[in-house]
């Protein structure tokens, strides 16, 4: 089955422990993109990748990070989680170039307290 | 960054009617996406633009890329209970072979009374 996997799903952490949080693709995908969704801000985007070893930051990129080593594979690191990013997070892909039908996760919903 | 403005907010209608949601950006885009969020999932695609005027159906939703392809509409017919859910609006600008990012509205609530 398509799909596009997010773990953990829920995610209760304390302030500056770092975590990543896994997304993975079995699509073969070359475009995969993080977002953070929260109450009345729609979803804004943190970073994207066009390919492997290729990232860039998306509109709200401030402490995160991601790697794209694998094609598959995307995590997305918070090295030092603050409350202000508690919030819900979605990771998409879909094929690059032209038209952008992007296949979104479950979503991994994180409390930093 | 660019921004959509997605109206409305909200909005409760009565089982059978009909649906009507927008967006509008100050920029043009070359590609309008509509996608509805269930509680507890992630986006999933409905329907797809790709062309100024373009009118799609996908059968109850009907979705029409604005001829000045700065706006896009998605329109439920007879809405039934299971429509229910966050309707998103999202234009994308691929310029020469390169894939633009998606920019999303922030979302249209849609509440059912059954």
């Known amino acids: 089955e398509a799909q596009v996997t997010q773990n953990p799903r829920y995610l209760i952490t304390v302030t500056g422990k770092k975590l990543t949080v896994t997304c993975s693709q079995n699509?073969?995908?070359?475009?995969m993109s993080w977002y953070r969704q929260d109450p009345g801000l729609g979803l804004r985007q943190i970073y994207y990748?066009?390919?492997?070893?290729?990232?860039d930051k998306g509109d709200v990129p401030e402490g995160y990070k991601v790697s794209r080593k694998e094609k598959r594979n995307f995590p997305l690191i918070l090295e030092s989680p603050s409350p202000n990013q508690t919030s819900l997070y979605f990771c998409a892909s879909s094929w690059r170039g032209g038209y952008n039908e992007q296949f979104f996760g479950p979503g991994t919903r994180l409390t930093v307290l | 960054g660019q921004q959509l403005n997605q109206s409305p907010q909200s909005m409760f209608i009565q089982e059978g009617e009909d649906v009507s949601m927008n967006c509008t950006s100050s920029?043009?885009?070359?590609?309008w996406l509509w996608y509805k969020q269930d509680p507890g999932e992630g986006p999933v695609l409905l329907i797809a633009?790709?062309?100024?005027?373009e009118l799609t159906s996908n059968g109850r939703l009907t979705a029409q890329f604005g001829i000045t392809r700065k706006d896009s509409f998605l329109n439920i017919s007879a809405s039934i209970p299971s429509d229910v859910g966050i309707y998103f609006c999202a234009g994308q600008l691929n310029y020469g072979g390169s894939q633009g990012n998606l920019i999303f509205g922030k979302g249209t609530k849609l509440s059912v009374k059954p």
């Open positions: 633009l790709y062309k100024a005027g």
């Open positions: 920029s043009i885009f070359n590609t």
């Open positions: 990748s066009m390919n492997v070893e290729v990232t």
């Open positions: 699509m073969n995908h070359e475009y």
